[in-house]
T-cell receptor, first 121, second 111 residues
Framework: DTEVTQTPKHLVMGMTNKKSLKCEQH?????MYWYKQKAKKPPELMFV???????INESVPSRFSPECPNSSLLNLHLHALQPEDSALYLC????????????????????FGPGTRLTVL | KQEVTQIPAALSVPEGENLVLNCSFT??????LQWFRQDPGKGLTSLLL?????REQTSGRLNASLDKSSGRSTLYIAASQPGDSATYLC??????????FGTGTRLKVLA
């Protein structure tokens, strides 16, 4: 199973709302990513969790709050967003090739979910 | 700061043509390079990953090459089909999980 799932598929929220995006993978990957993608632009990295620890935060505003409850789940909590935050939010996972002691299938290959289309009114 | 550029930005070809997509990066100290396709409004699908020690990778009608010293990668698509129509993205990393994506090439294969 090489699937990354994301819920919800679409989300419309007001600037005062609090909502969460959810991402799940069951491939045993130990790195998980959040990207933001605006129309006709490439994805931009937001956060990376490696072995359930936040390893990269690309200076993302605090109104975005990531959480990694376990190795299969990744959440993105949203609060007081701005209209310019409207975008496609993509989750991805990969298995680090530097995992010692065992062979890794498709090391470093990133698998993406279908994304959540977020609209902030 | 790593910058990744893809040329051309858009490409339209008749079905059956062989084509080459280009990806250039400014910092040659990469760990790997990955090629993806993205259909409109969808997530990304991984096509090929080339580790920095490799020169090329093949999967079916796709062949990707890597020349680290010149900061270039090419994706070769043989015998293109209308189903190949999508945006193709390359992404590089220096090995710290930080992936930088290229600007993308929008491909349209005409039946």
């Amino acid at each position: 199973d090489t699937e990354v799932t994301q819920t919800p598929k679409h989300l419309v929220m007001g600037m005062t709302n609090k909502k969460s995006l959810k991402c799940e993978q069951h491939m045993g990957h130990r790195a998980m990513y959040w990207y933001k993608q605006k129309a006709k632009k490439p994805p931009e990295l937001m956060f990376v969790y490696s072995y359930e620890k936040l390893s990269i935060n690309e200076s993302v505003p605090s109104r975005f709050s990531p959480e990694c409850p376990n190795s299969s789940l990744l959440n993105l909590h949203l609060h007081a967003l701005q209209p310019e935050d409207s975008a496609l939010y993509l989750c991805a996972s990969s298995q680090p090739s530097l995992t010692s002691g065992r062979l890794v299938k498709d090391p470093d290959t990133q698998y993406f979910g279908p994304g959540t289309r977020l609209t902030v009114l | 700061k790593q910058e990744v550029t893809q040329i051309p930005a858009a490409l339209s070809v008749p079905e059956g043509e062989n084509l080459v997509l280009n990806c250039s990066f400014t910092d040659s100290a990469i760990y790997n390079l990955q090629w993806f396709r993205q259909d409109p409004g969808k997530g990304l699908t991984s096509l090929l990953l080339i580790q920095s020690s490799q020169r090329e990778q093949t999967s079916g009608r796709l062949n990707a090459s890597l020349d680290k010293s010149s900061g270039r990668s090419t994706l070769y698509i043989a015998a293109s089909q209308p189903g190949d129509s999508a945006t193709y993205l390359c992404a590089v990393t220096s090995g710290t999980y930080k992936y930088i994506f290229g600007t993308g090439t929008r491909l349209k294969v005409l039946a």
